[in-house]
């Protein structure tokens, strides 16, 4: 029935049984316990039937990797790639794309029109879905699953996640019937071991058989000022390594948290002589044949590391190395990759061992604990199917963190999957260009993050109930006279009024010299009338007196506080529509929109996929790019796509122009005055402009020599591919947009192939 040449688990079972039944499926499954043969049933099946499908994934990398992979398995006719960068056999039957691909095609924007896009399409294979939790990205995927054809069914692979019953009911519920295979099982399964520095001759099983941390392994304590620290951290590195040589438990992929330690670690562990004379020779071979097609890499300082059979693996490397780095792991000449979080996100690299350097990260918002998800991707690289029995899971102690910590986390179930859905300025346009407002509406509340918000309604409900508790019991005060709050506010109210007469008599006592004026009897009598009256209540001798002030003065603050939750709470039920109306509110003040309509400045937005499509388009239709050299352009787009940095570029040797100068600060003020449009609307989209990278955009398009670059320049190489490459995506979206000057579209079709050279060759 399924065609595979081995046997199928049993959950691989199900699944395959539901897709046969035309059903949607939710796979959720540990990292490696094969979810991908189920994506693969949908492409034979497909085959087969002479359908087509579309296979997702979250990352450029991952498609490139299943694209490759799909044309050696179905043939290269069969297969087709789009990447927003790349559109290779775009018509073919099994067409892999990135996730944010798709739901632009469900748009109708830039791919062509919705039935061109998904003629013959029967299946959407949706990898890697628990990146709706990405805050980035995870906005797409609920785009992806709202607009998808009913007919279309879909396949959705994920890890683990805590609440994969939820997401299936809301797949089930916004597209069409859709059941849930789950299962914790792995065909490897996993053991767990700890390095304890203070123990560098071993490893520990980190719990015993009954799920307890090992009572040998002991905490650290903190050491400060400690002169040789440095050498003591490199000898317990190189200690691990050759524990994990001796055991049998190579090749590892040794993960860590900072691209500077993983390159100085690699350096470390170089002189552990991992490799034999036959697989250097064999690495060699490898490199020599690489470099031929990438001769760029010639003189790149990270290749002499792979004869030693260790490499460094981070967003800052060259995209190209990376994958000769992946390929020789794959081959098994690379013994320990010591690699960023960022290889845990499904890259084909599994190990027979994964080690967790530490079980906390930097963040912007300072140091915090690993979650349980992010423990879970990682460790879930240990173990290769078909070639290991067992997979190793080292975690390293050090002295910030507790071992206790570090096994709670080990036995922690997977995280929730939460939304991440945030309306942006081309999803209002884009919707509106299709539905009614009211269409629109009904749209958005179908987000999962609606589907889950009480869920994040819960804690404010919660407070809101202790809050009308507070004010019951406020409100009920027990006085032993039998008085209530009212009676209580009386008596104040007398007892000022009492002070205030009697303050008034004093004065005129005193002004007056006469008792017998009719005026001070006048207000002595009325004083005397308010003191009768306060003293009735019997609060002055009143032991509970005091208690009860004070409760009456935190009523108003209480009743205030609930003012504000009962909004809060009226806002977080509603908070995706209320996104999308400030939104909304600002394209039409700007005329993007008319009678809710995109104006002809409103599909030009739509087209555009940036950081802020609204800050681009503003600067596009003020016209200041219009008469801009392809240099300048390149320049002004780079300037707009880039964050703070923190370096220094050689500006001495890389001037750049008056008129660049001039653009530059024009943008300036589009930034500052669509920086407070977004506060008045309480939007906090990114709004970048920084100059750094544009003398070196211009140094590249001029004489385009990899190694000049580099020189001049203290970022890594891999970002300043990133930042290149995001350029070209703008710059080939600026030549779609309609009704703009011609000269513009010349100028952005210029520049694309004056940066697109290698290493920066998408191709």
Partial sequence: MY?????????????LKYIENGKSVVVCAPTGAGKTCIGEFAIIKALKNNEKIFYTTPLKALSNQKFNDFQEKYGKDNVGLLTGDISINRNASIVVMTTEVFRNMLYGTNFGTLGENLKNVKYVVLDE???????????????????????????????TIHNSRELTNWINSVHSKTELVFTNFRPVPLKNYHFDPLQPQKLLPLLTPDGKLNSKIREQKREFGKKNKKNVNNANLSNLIYLLKENNMLPAIYFTFSRKKCDEQMEKCSRLNLTTNEERERIKSCIDEFIMDNPYLYNNKNLDYLYCGV??????????LKSL??????MGLIKVVFATETLAAGINMPARTTVISSISKRTDNGHRLLTANEFLQMSGRAGRRGMDEVGYVVTVGNQFEKPEDIAKLVKSEANPLESKFTPRYSMVVNLLQRFSIAEAKELILKSFGYFTSTQRVKPLLVSQFELNDEIEKIMNFHC????????????????????????????????LKDKNNPEIIKY??????????????NCEACKCFRKH????????????????????IEYQKDIYWQKFLNHYNILNDLNYLNDDYPTSRGVILGVLRTENELYLSEIILSHILDDLTSYELAAVICSILTEDIRSSLILSQMPISKKLRITLNKIKNIKRSLSKIQ???????????????????IMWMEKPVWEDIVNVIDVQEGDIVRIFKRTVDVLKQITLLPNISENLINSAKEAIDLILKDPIDLS
């Fill in 524 to 537: 002595d009598l009325l004083s005397k009338d308010y003191y009768s009256r306060f003293m009735a209540y």
């Fill in 679 to 697: 506060n008045d609307y309480k939007i906090d989209t990114p709004i970048l402009l920084n100059s750094f990278y544009a003398p070196l955009i």
């Fill in 325 to 330: 780095i992946e390929k020789l792991f794959q």
């Fill in 480 to 511: 032993i006279y039998g008085h209530n709050n009212e009676n209580f506010n009386e008596y104040q109210k007398y007892k000022n009024l009492y002070v205030q007469t009697r303050h008034v008599v004093k004065m005129l006592k005193k002004q």
């Fill in 311 to 320: 490499a460094s693996h981070h967003a800052g490397l060259l995209p190209s």
């Fill in 549 to 568: 002030k004070k409760s009456l003065e935190v009523l108003e603050r209480l009743k205030k506080r609930k003012k504000i939750l009962l909004k809060e």
């Fill in 129 to 159: 879905v628990h990146y709706m939790n990405d805050e980035q990205r995870g906005t797409v995927w609920e785009e992806s699953i709202i607009y998808c054809p009913s007919d279309i069914q879909i396949i959705a692979l994920s890890a």
């Fill in 3 to 15: 065609e595979f040449k081995f046997k199928l688990d049993d959950f691989q079972e199900a699944a």
